[in-house]
């Protein structure tokens, strides 16, 4: 048998998930959790993203982390909610301000004899040109356009 390239297991891996990147989404489920490890609240949130085929795609993210919670309510218009420091799960629903930050996870040890699957993540939430509600895969689409019509910048 011919073929192109040997991959890596981590490369099989990663052409299985969302290319990393800065897409647009949609919060469709939140719930508020309480961590087993430290007792502290977050909150576990379900996002609906379309990759850059405009492919509809699930992402799972835990708001424990107090960047990535500020980063949400900074791109959603969610500060004075922010500084309330008591938002209820309720509040993040629907909500698609900016863009998120996707990146990949490889799998790994879990450190008691098991692996955490590989998995996309969320790196962070962030502004976008204009700061807009999304909800339209064909945004994504027109970047991928926008790419490969421009200049390569150096």
């Known amino acids: 048998m011919r073929f192109e390239k040997a991959l890596t297991e ?3 891996q990663k052409a299985m998930f969302i290319e990393d990147g800065s897409y647009n989404y949609k919060i469709i489920r939140s719930t508020e959790k309480i961590s ?3 007792g502290n609240d977050y909150i576990a949130l379900e996002l609906v993203l379309w990759d850059k085929a405009g492919k509809e795609r699930l992402v799972f993210c835990n708001l424990w982390s107090m960047k990535l919670l500020k980063h949400f309510c900074d791109v959603n218009n969610m500060e ?3 500084k309330s420091c008591d938002i209820p799960d309720y509040k993040f629903v629907n909500r698609s301000g900016g863009k998120v930050l996707i990146g990949f996870e490889p799998e790994k040890d879990d450190g008691n004899g098991g692996i955490y ?4 993540v969320v790196i962070d939430f962030i502004k976008d040109e204009n700061n807009k509600v999304h909800s339209k ?5 027109s970047d991928l356009e926008k790419e490969l019509d421009g200049d390569i910048p150096f």
């Open 80 to 82: 004075a909610d922010y």
């Open 117 to 120: 699957k590989a998995k996309n």
């Open 10 to 12: 981590e490369e099989i």
């Open 137 to 141: 895969k064909e945004e994504n689409i």
């Open 36 to 38: 087993k490890k430290t």
